[in-house]
């Protein structure tokens, strides 16, 4: 168990001491499994939203510690179809700012909601970064592939949530995940700023 611990904090520096955010810039995406696999891994904006979705279901609990990561990704494929579609959806960035904050705030404060309003707040989320994505998608994509590699990437970051949310188990890992939590809200008013 340590180790998974160890090994998801390791994966969650890596990716968030990752150069600068190709989330939303088409940049170097070439379009297959491994851009979409990066992709989310690579925008420090994504990574918050999606370690702070496994982070509040791992502090909420069974079910929500499996429902949210897996609502998130569902959702997030609707918001991608969107965005492919071209239906305009506003203040997309604003929205995955606003996800960074509200996510982060709901683990720092400890936001215990029903099942049901946790994961309406999750999907809502989950429609912009998918919408994001979808309209960003390269030209010369192989969709399919890199779909599922997005999904993959997306799924990683929120296990790694999970596994450092377990840590609530011990006093001193309650304090770190809703520290981390405040970590998370705070980046989120940063990329807020950015997005305004």
Known sequence: MHQ?????LLFVVAALAADT?????GEG????FISGFFHPILGWD??????????WGAFLGSPAIWVLPVVFPLVMAFGGA???AGVPIPAVETGIAVSA?????????????????????????????????????PGAANVIAYSMGFVIG?????????????????????????????GIALAGVGFLTGAL
Do not use: Y
């Open 4 to 8: 998974i611990v160890r090994g998801s």
């Open 101 to 137: 904050v509200v996510l982060g705030a709901m683990v720092l404060l400890a936001v215990r909601p029903p099942l049901v309003f946790a994961a309406i707040v999750v999907g809502a989320f989950a429609i912009f970064h998918g919408h994001a994505h979808g309209t960003e998608l």
């Open 21 to 25: 955010a190709l989330g939303h810039s």
């Open 82 to 84: 969107l965005g492919v």
């Open 154 to 182: 997306t799924g990683l970051l929120h296990l790694a949530g999970i596994a450092l949310g377990l840590l609530v188990k011990w006093p001193a890992g309650r304090v770190l995940v809703r520290a981390c939590g405040g």
């Open 46 to 55: 994504h990574v918050a939203a999606m370690v702070a979705v496994g982070l």
């Open 29 to 32: 995406m070439t379009g297959g």
